[in-house]
């Protein structure tokens, strides 16, 4: 009967261990799932962040855009009411309003392009 209340002892000794084992590990696991839980928070309000930026910027973006057509429809009003001279003058200055109009389509044309990139990683 010694013996037998010796090896149970040993046993229940063993069992206390392997559940302190038990515990640390989930008590291990439950912090690591606690740290990963504030990163992903962090993550998330920086996310919140970026985003915030990006609109600020485009609508920076979208404001300056609209400031630089209204420039250059200003710009034409005023070539346009600038006397002409010899025929030279005139065809002189209209190539310059064509220069003016095609850097103004590719920037529009390169906005465009990069609103759909922006898009596709949105």
């Known amino acids: 009967m010694l013996n037998e209340l010796e090896s149970l002892s040993g046993n229940i ?3 206390i261990q392997i559940s302190e ?3 640390q ?3 291990a696991l439950q912090d690591q799932l606690d740290q990963l839980r504030a990163d992903y928070a962090n993550v998330q309000a920086e996310l919140a ?3 915030d930026e990006r609109d600020t910027l485009q609508s920076e ?3 300056l855009s609209a400031k630089i057509d209204d420039a250059q429809v200003r710009l034409n009003a005023i070539l346009e009411k ?3 001279g010899k025929s030279a003058q005139h065809a002189e200055a209209d190539n310059q ?3 003016l109009e095609a850097d103004s389509r590719e920037a529009h044309e390169a906005e465009l392009h990069g609103e759909h990139h ?3 990683k949105a």
């Open 61 to 63: 973006r979208d404001s």
């Open 25 to 27: 590990a989930r008590q």
């Open 13 to 15: 000794g063993r069992l």
């Open 97 to 99: 309003l064509d220069l």
């Open 118 to 120: 922006q898009g596709e």
């Open 21 to 23: 084992r038990h515990n």
């Open 82 to 84: 600038l006397p002409r």
């Open 49 to 51: 962040q970026v985003r």
